[in-house]
């Protein structure tokens, strides 16, 4: 495997069927997934193999939880109320492998309900 995405969780069962819908139609299959779930209420620990926190820690603390269990050369770190292109973990690799100087990368994000507002690294242009 050449990717652990981790998805920090907090009673968002109802997110998780769209966002585990699309990164079943990735077009590159070369990773594998990690839940990290806060101390959820709402059935998400029945839902779903996750990592389970004994308290809620926040994104922070449940990311980096996902880190050090990940045992991949890459980690990507996805919402779980977002749901990705087919091309998605292709795309992010293809990125970051282009040099070896190269730390990190970042995909654009739209809008789920409003797609023609796009969100590039914090800016919204309307």
Partial sequence: ???????PNYNGKHFMEPCLASLNEQTCRDFKI?????????????????LALDSNYGFSRAVNEGIRHADTPYV??????TTVDSRYVEEMIRAIEV??????????MIQMYHPDLIDSAGDLYT
């Fill in 1 to 7: 495997m050449k990717v652990t995405i981790i998805i």
């Fill in 34 to 50: 990690l839940i990290v779930d806060n101390a959820s209420t709402d059935g998400s620990l029945e839902y779903m193999e996750v």
């Fill in 76 to 81: 990507i770190l996805l919402n779980n109320d």
């Fill in 99 to 108: 040099s070896d100087r190269i730390f990190s990368v970042s995909s654009k």
